[in-house]
């Protein structure tokens, strides 16, 4: 039975975006997972009336044998008691720690520090009668580019995370960037200094329509504009760029346009540094 109760999950509807609210959960699936998750503050957040269980495991390992992927990977995320707007670098997967997602109308917030791993043997056993509802398909993306995320980031130089931090309090980067796939960042140096050299484009989101590519294009110009005017940052885009390898750079950029050796000189940028100093857990947890 082992070899198939990944692939029988999967047909009764147990894929990656998955949801269920932790009360329709029943009470045996916690008692069972205690072995698994080790720790009792996760279990007791299996049964929180304003928790919701995501599933992150993807298609091919949910199907896959329990002898190659015994378990199954959810996330906790949780709604605050009342309704208030999300963080917004919390959305479109721009932090690898903190992800809101918009879920009948509420918002619910995950955190990589809820991530558990329940053996498939445990689902099928306790949850074989429950029906899951499903994220969007853009928040399937988002979610998945979210758990890719956490493993590819990279950590910026304290100085500069410092001389930024002013503008992202004040709000640049809230709005006007729902079509952008990623944020790419090039630093020179990429070690701490006085004085950075920053190149900085969007991505256009794949699917996103040629009409929205303006208005990112306009919105990335601004923020280079803005990120020029702090002292100790030069951005060549606005000054005039003089390496005639970063010619081909602008704000924003649609997939064709990107070749693979330009992407490789730039970094994925996430704000995990602003969202761990910003207060953005307040009302989630301790509300």
Same mark, same amino acid.
């Given at each position: ?74 996330? @906790? #995320? ?9 963080? %917004? =670098?919390?959305? /479109? ?5 903190? !992800? ?53 980031? @990279? #950590? ?9 931090? %002013? =503008?992202?309090? /004040? ?5 006007? !960037? ?110």
């Amino acid at each position: 039975m082992n070899i198939c109760i990944g692939t029988r999950l999967y047909e009764k509807g147990w894929k990656q975006g998955a949801y269920i609210e932790c009360t329709d959960l029943p009470h045996t699936l916690r008692e069972a997972c205690w072995p698994a998750i080790h720790s009792l503050d996760l279990v007791k957040e299996l049964g929180e009336t304003r928790n919701t269980l995501i599933l992150l495991t993807q298609a091919c390992d949910i199907a896959a044998s329990c002898d190659n992927e015994p378990t199954l990977e959810f996330v @906790i #995320a949780r709604r605050p008691k009342k309704k208030k707007p999300p963080y %917004p =670098l919390n959305l /479109d997967a721009r932090s690898s720690r903190y !992800l809101e997602l918009e879920i009948n109308g509420h918002w619910y917030k995950a955190e990589a520090s809820k991530i558990i791993h329940i053996p498939k043997q445990i689902v099928f056993d306790e949850c074989n009668n429950l029906q899951p509802a499903y994220l969007s398909d853009q928040d399937v993306e988002i979610l998945a580019r979210w758990r890719a995320n956490r493993y590819m980031r @990279i #950590a910026l130089p304290d100085a500069f995370n410092n001389k930024i931090k %002013p =503008l992202i309090d /004040d709000g640049l980067f809230d709005g006007g !960037l729902e079509h952008a796939g990623g944020l790419y960042l090039h630093l020179g140096p990429f070690t701490e200094s006085e004085q950075y050299i920053v190149r900085l484009f969007a991505l256009q989101r794949q699917g996103s329509s040629e009409e929205t590519f303006s208005a990112l294009f306009d919105k990335m110009e601004s923020i280079l504009s803005a990120l020029n005017d702090v002292e100790g940052l030069t951005c060549p885009f606005i000054e005039g760029e003089n390496n005639a390898f970063f010619e081909a750079v602008t704000p924003a950029m649609r997939r064709h346009e990107l070749f693979i050796d330009l992407r490789d000189h730039f970094v994925r940028w996430n704000f995990d540094y602003i969202s761990l100093k910003g207060g953005d857990s307040d009302g989630i947890d301790e509300d």
